[in-house]
């Protein structure tokens, strides 16, 4: 069966932490891997992984892939009260379904 | 920019009510999907489309049907609802390509 794990289910952190998000799986016909913040309302694309090693970053937000060991990280550095939200991963299998991680609740204290 | 428009921020039905939860996309996008999301399980697909008037079964597709009329509109029907399907209910889209997928403000549906 298919599965995405993603760790810690829940963190808390100060302002100006960095955080690693982890997320690791097991998929039959592996196309990429996206990670997704979900504030209030909908879940909104931050990246879109499909080689090992190629970091991708936007701003303070970084992500890599490594495919061999089935596992992706999603850094946050210097965190703002605004990054708190619930980080989702997942995993698109063959061409049409993605697989979602539980997603891990982020936190972060003034 | 793509829009989701899901019709219901929020619902509150009755054990056996027939429910329908909309969803219409402005991208003529081609791939449709409704998710429920429940805490500690994810995102879990029900049904997703491909084109018009055709369906695919998700991972948990039982209690629920859809329909694919047009290929804006995406709709997810409840035919009796029940409690075990009080949920956020989150409608995507995408087009045929690699590209991501872009959500719905989602639904919260409540069954009393």
């Known amino acids: 069966e298919d599965k995405v794990v993603q760790s810690p289910l829940s963190l808390v952190v100060h302002e100006g932490d960095t955080v690693t998000l982890n997320c690791s799986y097991e998929?039959?016909?592996?196309?990429?891997l996206l990670w997704y913040k979900q504030e209030k309302k909908a879940p909104t694309f931050l990246f879109m992984l499909t080689s090992s090693g190629i970091e991708k970053k936007s701003g303070r937000l970084s992500s890599i892939l490594d495919k061999k060991e089935l596992f992706s990280i999603l850094n946050i550095t210097a965190t703002q009260t605004g990054d708190s939200a619930v980080y989702l991963c997942a995993v698109k299998e063959g061409a049409q379904k993605l697989v979602f991680g539980q997603g891990t609740r982020l936190t972060i204290n003034p | 920019d793509v829009k989701v428009t899901q019709s219901s921020r929020y619902l509150v039905k009755r054990t056996g009510e027939k429910v329908f939860l909309e969803c219409v996309q402005d991208?003529?996008?081609?791939?449709m999907f409704w998710y429920r999301q429940d805490p500690g399980l994810g995102l879990r697909l029900i049904y997703f489309s491909y084109d018009v008037k055709m369906k695919e079964k998700g991972d948990i597709p039982e209690g629920y049907s859809v329909s694919r009329e047009k290929k804006e509109r995406f709709s997810l029907i409840l035919e009796s609802a029940s409690t075990n399907q009080t949920s956020m209910y989150l409608c995507a889209s995408r087009s045929r390509d690699n590209s991501p997928l872009h959500f719905g403000n989602g639904t919260r549906l409540t069954v009393t």
């Open positions: 991208m003529d996008h081609e791939n």
């Open positions: 998929v039959t016909n592996f196309r990429s």
